[in-house]
């Protein structure tokens, strides 16, 4: 059974960088069709998508967020990654890691989520 | 963007009851829509995937259908671990998006 961990600081400082890892187990992030994807969920509000890379190493952002945003690959370690730069309150938010199936586009496995505060 | 618009954003219904939630897409997206629940403090779900396929292990009492911009999630026979928030997410282009969530409460 595929499984998606979340780890990182919980606490960012205002203009200071995000960073957060994804580390998966029960399958190869190597493995052909599928992506890797961040999703962010702010208290009390929806779903919002910050990108994706594929097993090949392309990268695909949000516009809204593509100028701060960037994921990267480690298959050594069978994880990813995501930074986000320049942080304010409304990069508060749950962070999940999740899988994307190629065919459908479909966010099949998800982490279990980190909150991620913004605060001096 | 693709907007998504989910209706209604909350409904109140009780054991057993049915609960139709729609989800209507800005432009054409063929049947690339999926659905997913999430429960309080727990990562979202995937329910349903392509518009109506139902994914490994969802229960019957769950049903997608639709096509192009307008689509349905059904839950027939509501049971008490439904009560939930359900979402709906188009994968036709990037970057993709989310409908603003339909809070299923109980009446």
């Known amino acids: 059974q595929l499984q998606l961990q979340e780890s990182g600081s919980g606490l960012v400082k205002p203009s200071q960088t995000l960073s957060l890892t994804c580390a998966v187990s029960?399958?190869?992030?190597?493995?052909?069709?599928?992506?890797w994807s961040w999703i962010r969920q702010p208290p009390g509000k929806g779903l919002e998508w910050i990108g994706y890379i594929y097993h090949s190493g392309s990268t695909y952002y949000n516009p809204s967020l593509k100028s701060r945003v960037t994921i990267s690959v480690d298959r050594s370690k069978n994880q990813f990654s995501l930074k986000l730069s320049s942080v304010t309150a409304a990069d508060t938010a749950v962070y999940y890691c999740?899988?994307?199936?190629?065919?459908?586009?479909?966010?099949?496995?998800w982490g279990q989520g980190t909150l991620v505060t913004v605060s001096s | 963007d693709i907007q998504m618009t989910q209706s209604p954003s909350s409904l109140s219904a009780s054991v057993g009851d049915r609960v139709t939630i729609t989800c209507r897409a800005s432009?054409?997206?063929?049947?690339?829509l999926n659905w997913y629940q999430q429960k309080v403090g727990k990562a979202p779900k995937l329910l349903i995937y392509?518009?109506?396929s139902l994914d490994t292990g969802v229960p019957s009492r769950f049903s997608g259908s639709g096509s192009g911009t307008d689509f349905t999630l059904t839950i027939i026979s509501l049971q008490p671990e439904d009560f939930a928030t359900y979402y709906c997410q188009q994968g036709y282009s990037t970057p993709l998006t989310f409908g603003g969530g339909t809070k299923v409460e109980i009446k």
């Open positions: 432009q054409s997206i063929s049947r690339y």
């Open positions: 392509a518009a109506s």
């Open positions: 999740a899988r994307v199936s190629g065919l459908t586009v479909t966010f099949d496995y």
């Open positions: 029960g399958g190869s992030i190597s493995s052909g069709g599928y992506s």
